[in-house]
């Protein structure tokens, strides 16, 4: 009888993978449609999530086979995804990053698999979504998976009172960084004012990104014609940069352009605007014109870019 119930619980266990490698697209030749194993897609995970880590680190945390690991990291240099730097504790040590070409790389990838879990989930009603999450906790824990770490921020729609912050923290925060008058807090009010005037939910969001309660950052996605879309005001706060909120941002707004049937994106910035800058372009977004102006008070060259989706 014991062996009898050891078999049926192997068999549905084996059978619950089956059911699962089928349901998030690992049976594929590319994962997710792109031209990465299911393991290189992990491994660009990892260097994209963590802070230059070590191939020993890699290798001890995902459990492969340090040669075979190795050659999946000679082949990401080969298509210059990735660098590698001498470690100045260890001379026998390189710490790993992924360059610029890797992360625009990656960051697809990440975008299209935040979507193929959320379609997924939003075919469940939500107390169907929290049994299946709890359902999936319970195997982790009971497997011996780490215990989740809190999240370091929470992503949310926006409600009353967040368009006067919004206003607010632009005015302030570009006038201590980058100099600009009150005349771009002005132009912030005219774009949110439009936004809550016109807000069409099918085709338009706000994101507000929340830390211990606290709203750290923001940004928007409007309708610019029936197949543009545009992004504004991305901002995130000096004390919760570092913890990849823009990169969220943003890739919230590539995602939800995709669902909405948009074909591309674009969106204005200034040159100055480094930090927004590099997120963009590891977004995959590409600088298609720059203009000087003079505006807030300063001398400018505007940017437009654009990502087609």
């Given at each position: 009888m014991a062996d009898t119930e050891a078999e049926q619980?192997?068999?549905?266990?084996?059978?619950?993978?089956?059911?699962?490698?089928?349901?998030?697209?690992?049976?594929?030749?590319?994962?997710?449609e792109t031209p990465f194993s299911l393991t290189e897609a992990?491994?660009?995970?990892?260097?994209?999530?963590?802070?230059?880590?070590?191939?020993?680190?890699?290798?001890?945390?995902?459990?492969?086979?340090?040669?075979?690991?190795?050659?999946?990291?000679?082949?990401f240099e080969r298509r210059r995804l990735l660098r590698r730097t001498r470690s100045?504790?260890?001379?026998?040590?390189?710490?790993?990053?992924?360059?610029?070409?890797?992360?625009a790389a990656f960051a697809p990838l990440d975008v299209r698999s935040r979507a193929d879990i959320g379609g997924?989930?939003?075919?469940?009603?939500?107390?169907?979504?929290?049994?299946?999450?709890?359902?999936?906790q319970t195997i982790e824990a009971l497997l011996g998976g780490a215990p989740a770490a809190k999240a370091p921020y929470v992503l949310r729609p926006h409600q009353p009172g967040d368009m006067g912050w919004v206003v607010h923290r632009h005015g302030a925060l570009y006038a201590q960084e980058y100099g600009f008058d009150e005349r771009?807090?002005?132009l912030v009010a005219r774009v949110v004012a439009k936004f809550v005037d016109r807000y069409?939910?099918?085709?338009?969001?706000?994101?507000?990104?929340?830390?211990?309660?606290?709203i750290v950052g923001s940004v928007f996605l409007v309708r610019r014609s029936r197949s543009v879309a545009q992004l504004r005001l991305l901002q995130v706060e000096p004390k919760a940069r570092g913890l990849g909120i823009g990169e969220r941002l943003v890739a919230e707004c590539i995602r939800f352009a995709r669902q909405a049937g948009y074909r591309k994106i674009t969106l204005w910035t200034n040159?100055?605007?480094?930090?927004?800058?590099?997120?963009?372009?590891?977004?995959g977004f590409r600088r298609v014109h720059r203009e000087k102006h003079r505006s807030f008070g300063r001398d400018l060259v505007g940017e437009t870019w654009e990502l087609s989706l």
């Open positions: 619980r192997i068999s549905t266990v084996r059978r619950f993978n089956r059911f699962y490698t089928k349901q998030i697209g690992l049976l594929g030749e590319g994962y997710l992990r491994v660009l995970y990892e260097l994209a999530h963590r802070e230059r880590p070590s191939a020993t680190e890699l290798a001890r945390e995902l459990a492969l086979d340090a040669g075979y690991l190795s050659r999946i990291l000679r082949g100045k504790a260890d001379g026998r040590q390189s710490h790993l990053s992924l360059t610029a070409r890797g992360r997924m989930l939003a075919r469940l009603g939500p107390g169907e979504q929290r049994r299946l999450v709890d359902a999936m771009f807090e002005g069409d939910p099918r085709r338009e969001r706000c994101w507000i990104a929340e830390k211990d309660g606290e040159s100055v605007l480094r930090v927004a800058r590099r997120v963009y372009q590891t977004a």
